[in-house]
């Protein structure tokens, strides 16, 4: 039997990390994680296995990383519930704001606005950086992977996704940690 009071808790977590986060899906993942790591729903290492599946799937993290949470906690509803109350808040606010933004883009206010948001953005992003390096980075081998695919990317251009399949690849032929 479905535990209603569970999927509605799970909607909820993720409606507000869906609501609070700005700066599309990446900006999402350290709301995501101080809301599963921190009810306990997973562990620093799951959430990361979590993430890294997730990046190697086509579509959204924010919502690959729901639906995951959600399908571990309560199955299928738990995946509908976590993955709708993710984007429900997107949606509801991009259809609030969109004409607001197409109309007043090039004003100096929503100029001021953007600069402000875009590096809060990406100071999310290295927190999150930060929080999962040592869970992530711990011995030689993940430091190898991490350092090839960093030059995968940065250096020649790979596309993120063969960049995420070829780590998995190198994780695989190294073995476990």
Known sequence: ????????????????????????????IPMIRAETVGRGWLTDLEFLDALAMGNALPGPIATKLSGYVGFKLAGWPGAVAA????????VVLIL????????????????SV???????????????????WPASMAGWKPLLI????????????????LAI?????????????
């Open 1 to 28: 039997m479905v535990d209603l009071k569970a999927l509605l808790e799970i909607f909820l977590v993720f409606a507000r990390a869906g609501l609070m986060a700005f700066g599309g899906g990446p900006s999402m």
């Open 83 to 90: 993955t709708i109350g993710m984007a429900f808040p997107s």
């Open 96 to 111: 609030a704001v969109a004409g607001v933004y197409l109309r007043f883009k090039e004003a100096a206010w929503m100029q």
């Open 114 to 132: 953007m600069a402000g948001l875009r590096p809060a953005a990406v100071a999310m992003l290295i927190a999150t950086v930060i929080e999962v």
């Open 146 to 161: 991490g350092g090839t695919a960093l030059v995968m990317l940065l250096g020649f251009h790979v596309h993120p996704a």
């Open 165 to 177: 399949v070829g780590a998995g690849l190198f994780g695989f032929v190294l073995g476990p940690r």
